[in-house]
């Protein structure tokens, strides 16, 4: 199975900006749909961010316009950058992959077969 690999992270005052980077040990992250998720204390899993094999992304409606999701397919490596960050951004943040479902469940972290140990972002106000 697929290896995904984080670095990234780390605490932030709210405005700041952070770049999270996933490597995936698969043979092309090309023809995969990768994923960010996010879990603050207290609450689930929600999906933040996908990027799917045509290139095409989407995003949580609270992170639109802030948050970009990009990969560097030569390095097998998937990147979020968070601008402008809030404090409810606070979480741990997760990429995952080994999707099977179709575009319009890409939040549904049950979708997904192989997740990150997880990095924290923390943005203080």
């Known amino acids: 199975g697929a290896q995904l690999e984080h670095s990234g992270g780390g605490s932030v005052q709210a405005g700041g900006s952070l770049r999270l980077s996933c490597k995936a040990s698969?043979?092309?992250?090309?023809?995969?749909?990768m994923g960010w998720f996010r879990q603050a204390p207290g609450k689930e899993r929600e999906g933040v961010a996908v990027?799917?094999?045509?290139?095409?992304?989407d995003y949580l409606d609270s992170v639109k316009g802030r948050f970009t999701i990009s990969q560097d397919v030569a390095k097998n490596t998937v990147y979020l950058q968070l601008n402008s960050l809030k404090p409810d951004d606070t979480g741990v943040y997760y990429c995952?992959?080994?999707?099977?479902?179709?575009?319009?469940?890409?939040?549904?972290?049950?979708?997904?077969?192989?997740w990150g140990q997880g990095t924290q972002v923390t943005v203080s106000s």
């Open positions: 990027l799917n094999f045509m290139s095409a992304t």
């Open positions: 698969v043979d092309s992250i090309r023809t995969y749909f």
């Open positions: 995952a992959t080994g999707y099977t479902g179709g575009w319009s469940d890409w939040k549904s972290q049950s979708r997904y077969t192989y």
